[in-house]
């Protein structure tokens, strides 16, 4: 090929003109100027390739010489963490850059817990939350699995939309006549109860419930649950149908109501013969639930419930601890669940997930202010008694708290910054800490502190707190966004300090998986408590109101001290929690 035609033809007829005696030189000086053309195309071409080969080695071979060389800070600025199963801005890239396909989905299903097939566009944190969080170092159990994927085809043979369950419904109704085939498909319902995080432990003590009986668990909640969560089982809902026959009665359901099962064992109304003609039967298990009513954890009254079609709950505990000390569930449970203290832990993360709104929320504040920390510590702080404002005394507890225990550092004393400055230079932690609270006083206080004063550690200390709503406001959707919103963020901590009694720092210890320290509450607002805080037991909720109930025996017990995996909770001296067997 020749470059330069113009040239060529120019020449050429140059030397037709010349002497033939000249025109040998001409040809002779024309094969050297074509040959040096060739070796300059040569060169060219050659330049060409390498450059190619040179862009497809950055490419595609970035991603891993990046990961073999650990480069620190290259990864702090690209916002790429370099534990497993932790976030980046971009997601996408993230799987990329530390998965294959293959290892992400099966991340993404948290070790079996979660089964694929649903629309990934409808719940993104389906798919996306194990990106946000270290992989858990407790395992779902094969027994566990295989109960879920059991359950999983029931609720769809008999949920809300299906023959049998339109079948049961109409038991419900007055002067039902003809044969009604429900399949044998029988339910729990669910009633809508109290706060947030008191919704999301007893719904899955519920759902605990349904499967130990083989019930279909449906939900009371409306527009505003679904809003908050995404469906957990596939092809079916969990949401109770606004028509549903009894949903007028639910406000009239009481302990002293004419189907309640504490009400009737009271009044000797129940037995085997007569509970098999009632169609439903409405189980209170609030806080305020009675002695006739906690006979629900006796094995007895199990066995009369079996036949009851609809059994009707109102709860707002986490009553999976009484469970355990129910005979007829006692090996069953064992085997889903050999680390007992997971209970939560495993059934949470399975059903809850963020709707796309609520995750939108959760990702955000995480990218923005979280993402870049080498170390994240959550703080949730609940003063029950709002009317007190800032408490000095709890000020002072949280305070010891964290730096008695190392989750943050302790400061410089006035004067003595010199003595740093004159050390070598190291190189310092950025840790964020990120405080839940209804009010901002706790988070001004230790904002100031860490921005005013270097710490003895010369780590970085930043404090973020995504809402102050003042109060409590359950009956509005977009505190309780931001309030599920929160607790998730709390979960994706790597330490984290829950307050006593409060059932938000529950839910987000165990969706994390964490032995969270656990502020201990004030008797009042002039002694400091001490020990500050202590740390759980398990990642697991604590029974507020458990019985203390010997059902062989017919008397009285303490029943944290049963068997070894019930015990008393660290911030509740009544009440149950699951604890390891260890």
Not at 153 to 159: A, P, S, T
Not at 275 to 290: E, F, G, K, R, T
Request: proline share 5%.
């Amino acid at each position: 090929m020749d470059l330069y035609p113009s040239r060529r033809r120019l020449s050429i007829s140059k030397a037709i003109d010349k002497h033939p005696e000249e025109q040998t030189g001409v040809q002779e000086k024309r094969y050297r100027l074509f040959g040096a053309i060739r070796i300059t195309e040569i060169l060219a071409y050659f330049m060409v390739i390498i450059l190619v080969l040179l862009v497809i080695m950055v490419i595609f071979g970035h991603a891993s010489y990046d990961q073999g060389n650990g480069f620190a800070e290259a990864s702090r600025i690209m916002q790429v963490k370099p534990e497993t199963n932790v976030t980046s801005p971009d997601d996408s890239s993230l799987e990329r850059d530390h998965q294959n396909p293959k290892d992400s989905v099966d991340l993404s299903l948290l070790g079996g817990l979660l089964v694929s097939g649903f629309n990934k566009d409808s719940c993104m944190s389906r798919y996306q939350s194990y990106l946000y969080r270290k992989a858990s170092p407790y395992k779902p159990s094969m027994y566990l699995l295989s109960k879920l994927r059991a359950y999983e085809e029931l609720h769809k043979r008999c949920g809300p939309g299906t023959r049998p369950y339109t079948n049961a419904e109409r038991l419900l109704k007055p002067k039902q006549t003809g044969d009604l085939d429900s399949e044998g498909c029988k339910y729990v319902v669910w009633m809508e109860f109290s706060g947030l995080g008191n919704r999301i432990i007893s719904i899955a003590s519920a759902f605990l419930y349904a499967m130990l009986t083989d019930r279909v668990l449906v939900i009371e909640g409306g527009e505003q649950f679904a809003d908050l969560f995404c469906e957990p089982f596939l092809d079916t809902t969990w949401l109770l149908p606004k028509d549903f026959t009894l949903a007028n009665q639910f406000s009239g359901f009481a302990q002293n109501s004419a189907h309640c099962h504490g009400d009737m064992l009271k009044r000797k109304l129940i037995n085997g013969s007569s509970v098999s003609s009632l169609s439903h039967l409405y189980i209170h298990l609030a806080h305020d639930y009675n002695d006739h009513d906690k006979m629900f954890f006796c094995a007895e009254d199990q066995s009369v419930l079996k036949s009851v079609p609809w059994l009707i709950m109102r709860t707002n505990n986490f009553f999976a601890p009484s469970l355990f000390l129910i005979p007829s569930f006692e090996e069953e449970l064992g085997m889903m669940f050999p680390d007992k203290g997971t209970v939560f832990h495993h059934l949470g993360r399975y059903l809850f997930h963020p709707s796309n709104h609520v995750w939108g929320l959760i990702t955000r504040y995480y990218k923005a202010y979280l993402a870049k920390a080498d170390e994240r510590i959550g703080l949730q702080i609940r003063v029950f008694d709002e009317k007190t404002g800032v408490s000095p005394q709890v000020t002072k507890q949280i305070i010891s708290c964290v730096q008695n225990e190392e989750l943050l550092p302790r400061l410089i004393k006035p004067g003595e910054e010199h003595k740093q400055s004159s050390e070598a230079q190291e190189e310092f932690k950025l840790k964020a800490v990120l405080i839940t609270s209804l009010t901002t006083g706790y988070f001004e206080i230790l904002k100031a502190m860490y921005w005013e004063n270097p710490t003895v550690t010369r780590d970085v200390i930043g404090i973020h707190q995504p809402s102050h709503e003042g109060h409590q406001q359950t009956e509005k959707l977009m505190h309780n966004r931001k309030a599920w919103a929160e607790m998730y963020l709390l979960s994706l901590t790597d330490k984290l300090v829950i307050s006593a009694w409060s059932t938000f720092g529950y839910v987000a210890q165990g969706l994390g998986g964490l032995r969270a320290w656990i502020l201990y509450k004030q008797e009042n607002q002039t002694n400091m408590i001490n020990p500050p805080c202590g740390r759980a037991m398990s990642p697991d909720p604590c029974f507020h109101a458990p019985p203390y109930y010997d059902c062989k025996a017919k008397k009285g017990t303490d029943t944290g001290n049963v068997v070894p995996h019930v015990r008393h909770c660290e911030d509740i001296s009544w009440g149950l929690k699951l604890v390891d067997n260890s």
